[in-house]
C-alpha cells in the first residue's frame, strides 16, 4: 500500500477515486510520564516519553487508515494529512486521513 501527502504518485496514475479513509486513536497521559515531563521542564529538553506515545499513536492511526484503505480495495492513500485534537485535560485524538484510490503504472 502506497501512502503519500501528495495528489499523485509519481510513474502511476489513478484510475478510481475510492473515498474517504481514516484512522484514529485517543491518548490520554500517565501519572508516570507527568511525574518525568515536570523533571524535563526543571532541566530542560526533550520529553522523550511524550514524544514516543505521539509518535505510536501516529502509527495506529496510520495503520487504521491503512487497514480502512485495504477493506475497500485501494491499492494507495493520497493526500494524507494528521489532525491532533484535545478531548479532556490530558487526552488528544490523532486523526490520519486521505483519500484512497486505485492505481495503474504509467
Known amino acids: 500500500m502506497k501512502?503519500?501527502?501528495t495528489s499523485e504518485i509519481s510513474g502511476?496514475?489513478?484510475t478510481e477515486t475510492i473515498g474517504l479513509v481514516r484512522g484514529?486513536?485517543?491518548r490520554v497521559r500517565n501519572i508516570g510520564?507527568?511525574?518525568l515531563?515536570?523533571?524535563r521542564m526543571l532541566i530542560g529538553g526533550e520529553v522523550?516519553?511524550?514524544t514516543k506515545m505521539m509518535a505510536e499513536a501516529r502509527e495506529q492511526a496510520l495503520d487504521r487508515m491503512t487497514?480502512?484503505?485495504q477493506s475497500m480495495g485501494a491499492d494507495?492513500?493520497?493526500n494524507v494529512q494528521f489532525t491532533t485534537s484535545f478531548i479532556m485535560s490530558g487526552a488528544a485524538e490523532i486523526l490520519a486521513y486521505g483519500t484512497a484510490v486505485r492505481l495503474r503504472r504509467k
Open 67 to 69: 487497514a480502512e484503505a
Open 24 to 26: 484514529n486513536t485517543i
Open 48 to 50: 522523550n516519553e511524550y
Open 76 to 78: 494507495a492513500i493520497v
Open 37 to 39: 515531563a515536570l523533571l
Open 33 to 35: 510520564r507527568d511525574l
Open 3 to 5: 501512502i503519500v501527502t
Open 12 to 14: 502511476f496514475e489513478i
